[in-house]
T-cell receptor
Framework: KAGVTQTPRYLIKTRGQQVTLSCSPISGHRSVSWYQQTPGQGLQFLFE???????NKGNFPGRFSGRQFSNSRSEMNVSTLELGDSALYLC?????????????FGPGTRLTVT | AQKITQTQPGMFVQEKEAVTLDCTYDTSDQSYGLFWYKQPSSGEMIFLIY??????QNATEGRYSLNFQKARKSANLVISASQLGDSAMYFC??????????????FGTGTRLTIIP
């Protein structure tokens, strides 16, 4: 079974631009969560989507948004990029089977804002 | 207050020795889950072990075990017979509330483990 995939893996953007990151969960997983990882703030929860609906949201400004498609693929968008948005963005998917309660993480997208 | 506290920023351990990574947590929920993840330099988070708040036995997964002390709100990870490939960042995380319908994980700041040959 293929793991969680994230595209692109690396991205360089300029302040003020917007960016869209993509995440394809493991086949059959309907929940997708997004996390931001920075050296200063560590790993922080952005939001979670389940069956195309945002089910949970972290404490981030409205510039950060996301969506989920009917095939469970998810995208997150950051508008008006700031230098502080430079981070590793991790996506995780979860199965409906709660036997393991595990979240499966993708390799991440490393975003650099200049 | 920090929900997850990892007090060891870095640790150096001799190969083949056992190592304990500390984690304390803070929650008022009765139902919660505790996780340990490993993050190699490549960046991907690798699930190691899970402990539910109602689980009476300590979780074990191969060389990994979780020393769960509920009254002390402690969930330490023990790695037996460490290997060079264990060198990585290790994160403790918590999910508060019931498992279903809640995927938000709160992470600690991590411990960088270095295994010395």
């Amino acid at each position: 079974k293929a793991g969680v995939t994230q595209t692109p893996r690396y991205l360089i953007k300029t302040r003020g631009q917007q960016v869209t990151l993509s995440c394809s969960p493991i086949s059959g997983h309907r929940s997708v969560s997004w996390y931001q990882q920075t050296p200063g703030q560590g790993l922080q929860f952005l939001f979670e989507y389940f069956s195309e609906t945002q089910r949970n949201k972290g404490n981030f400004p409205g510039r950060f948004s996301g969506r989920q498609f009917s095939n469970s693929r998810s995208e997150m968008n950051v508008s008006t990029l700031e230098l502080g948005d430079s981070a590793l963005y991790l996506c995780a998917s979860s199965p409906l089977d709660r036997a393991t309660y595990e979240q499966y993480f993708g390799p991440g997208t490393r975003l650099t804002v200049t | 207050a920090q929900k997850i506290t990892q007090t060891q920023p870095g640790m150096f351990v001799q190969e083949k020795e056992a190592v304990t990574l500390d984690c304390t947590y803070d929650t008022s929920d009765q139902s919660y889950g505790l996780f340990w993840y490993k993050q190699p330099s490549s960046g991907e988070m690798i699930f190691l072990i899970y402990q539910g708040s109602y689980d009476e036995q300590n979780a074990t997964e191969g060389r990994y075990s979780l020393n769960f002390q509920k009254a002390r709100k402690s969930a330490n990870l023990v790695i037996s017979a460490s290997q060079l490939g264990d060198s990585a960042m290790y994160f403790c995380a918590m999910r508060e509330g019931p498992n279903f319908g809640n995927e938000k994980l709160t992470f600690g700041t991590g411990t960088r483990l270095t295994i010395i040959p």
